[in-house]
């Protein structure tokens, strides 16, 4: 959890929610215009490929990030 900007407790695992850490960091950074999706791949894996629902052996993996002009 080193550099993440979270203080792990216990003996984990730990989950993060990474949806709420980017969008806390992009508007510490001074971003206003912040959106994200509720869509899960893992928990939807009907309707998208998951590499964390399959165990790694989708073995593919992709984040967006963008910003408009």
Partial sequence: ?????LTP???GPWHVDIRALLADQA???GLREI???AWCTRCQHDR?????AS????GR?????GMSA
């Fill in 1 to 5: 959890m080193d550099g993440c900007g």
């Fill in 9 to 11: 407790a216990g003996d």
């Fill in 27 to 29: 508007d510490g950074l």
């Fill in 35 to 37: 959106s994200t999706s």
């Fill in 48 to 52: 998208f490929f998951s590499h964390r």
């Fill in 55 to 58: 165990g790694g052996t989708d």
């Fill in 61 to 65: 993996q992709v984040a967006f990030l």
